[in-house]
């Protein structure tokens, strides 16, 4: 088998409802009969938005404007290596038709099915999932009613995402703000992921769990149950390969900006978080000194979206 992956440019199209599109493989196939995103090979000449722009042209018959990077995922298969290369399609003219006889069907993200789809596209089902700006909780857990009310206004802003983090309280004391922010968050739609070791919180109530670097180190299977997200920090390459790895669904690395907290840590830069995440088939959240006005520049460099404590927690 050849070992030089095979660049696919694969188009991510959303309808007004949030229901994205995707297409039926034909019979003959590589991974025939399987739905798919939209897309195919990238050629030589190409850039991978003239490759995307051509190939939704012929299989949809749009006119693609503009699109920017959702994520990108090698897989090897048995017989050959693949590199999708995947965008979110913004604008486009045109109505998306099977110009090559396929079948089309629009479905939200959370009723995608991955067993009828390409093992390639997990991670890029999990990014379809996962919201732009994930919350990590900043102070006050100690005054749990000051807490979930600086909570629910952070979900009124917008934020669909939490990760609760409070090092300092002991078990007893996390386990209750966990079932607070917990009821708060589902009140909200939002999801709460607990940053606490899994064996101490395994009977609460949550959407998932996020492992700590140090934690990340020591952990050989991916913990939770089916029900759970699983992240983990990530400050280093091999953080980031080890969670790959595990199967997580996604990953925070940090920090790309100098922060307050840790001024003396020398950041990433959008260039370095952009090396260090294009060989990881994962969706990577951007963290270190960033606000939700750096969403777009960490979309141009291949982030899942921006977390942050200081400037997503809100003040008094
Ligand atoms: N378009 C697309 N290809 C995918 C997805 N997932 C995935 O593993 N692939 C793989 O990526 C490769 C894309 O090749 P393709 O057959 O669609 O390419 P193409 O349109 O240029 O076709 P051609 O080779 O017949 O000209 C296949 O090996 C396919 O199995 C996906 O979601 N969309």
Same mark, same amino acid.
């Given at each position: 088998m050849s070992h030089q992956a095979i660049h696919v440019m694969v188009g991510i199209l959303t309808d007004p409802t949030g229901r994205v599109l995707i297409a039926k493989r034909p019979e003959?196939?590589?991974?025939?009969?399987?739905?798919?995103?939209?897309g195919g090979?990238?050629?030589?000449?190409?850039?991978?938005?003239?490759?995307?722009?051509?190939?939704?042209?012929?299989?949809?018959?749009?006119?693609?404007?503009?699109?920017?990077?959702?994520?990108?995922?090698? +897989?090897s298969y048995e017989d050959r290596r693949v590199c999708l290369d995947v965008r979110c399609v913004l604008a486009y003219t045109g109505v998306a038709t099977g110009? !090559?006889?396929?079948?089309?069907?629009?479905?939200?993200?959370?009723?995608?099915?991955?067993?009828?789809?390409p093992a390639a596209d997990r991670p890029i089902m999990t990014a379809l999932r996962l919201p732009p700006y994930l919350l990590i909780t900043g102070d $006050?857990?100690?005054r749990? $009613?000051?807490?979930?009310?600086?909570?629910?206004?952070?979900?009124?802003?917008?934020?669909q995402l939490v990760q609760l983090r409070a090092h300092d309280l002991d078990d007893e004391s996390y386990r209750r703000l966990a079932g607070g922010a917990y009821a708060v968050c589902k009140a909200h739609g939002?999801?709460?992921v607990l940053n606490r $070791?899994? @064996?101490?919180? @395994? $009977?609460?109530?949550?959407?998932?769990?996020? #492992?700590?670097?140090a934690r990340l180190a020591l952990t050989r299977v991916r913990p939770g149950g089916a029900?759970?997200?699983?992240?983990?920090?990530?400050?280093?390459?091999?953080?980031?390969?080890?969670?790959? !790895?595990?199967?997580?669904?996604?990953?925070?690395?940090?920090?790309?900006?100098?922060? @307050?907290? +840790?001024? #003396?840590?020398?950041?990433?830069?959008?260039?370095?978080? @952009?090396?260090?995440i294009e060989p990881v088939s994962l969706p990577v959240y951007a963290l270190g000194g960033l606000t939700a006005a750096d969403l777009s520049i960490a979309y141009a460099h291949g982030a899942q979206g921006i977390a942050a404590i200081r400037s997503l927690w809100p003040r008094d």
């Open positions: 003959q196939v590589h991974q025939g009969g399987r739905w798919e995103f939209p090979k990238l050629k030589p000449t190409e850039t991978p938005e003239q490759g995307l722009a051509r190939e939704l042209a012929e299989e949809l018959g749009i006119e693609v404007r503009s699109s920017r990077p959702l994520i990108r995922v090698t +897989h110009r !090559e006889g396929q079948p089309l069907a629009w479905q939200y993200p959370e009723e995608l099915d991955p067993a009828v789809f $006050d857990p100690a749990p $009613d000051a807490f979930l009310n600086r909570l629910t206004r952070a979900l009124h802003n917008g934020v939002a999801r709460l $070791d899994p @064996a101490r919180v @395994a $009977d609460v109530a949550r959407h998932g769990l996020h #492992l700590t670097a029900g759970d997200w699983v992240s983990a920090s990530c400050h280093t390459v091999a953080d980031l390969s080890r969670a790959a !790895e595990l199967g997580l669904d996604y990953a925070v690395l940090s920090p790309v900006q100098r922060t @307050a907290s +840790h001024p #003396l840590t020398s950041p990433l830069g959008w260039q370095g978080f @952009a090396a260090w």
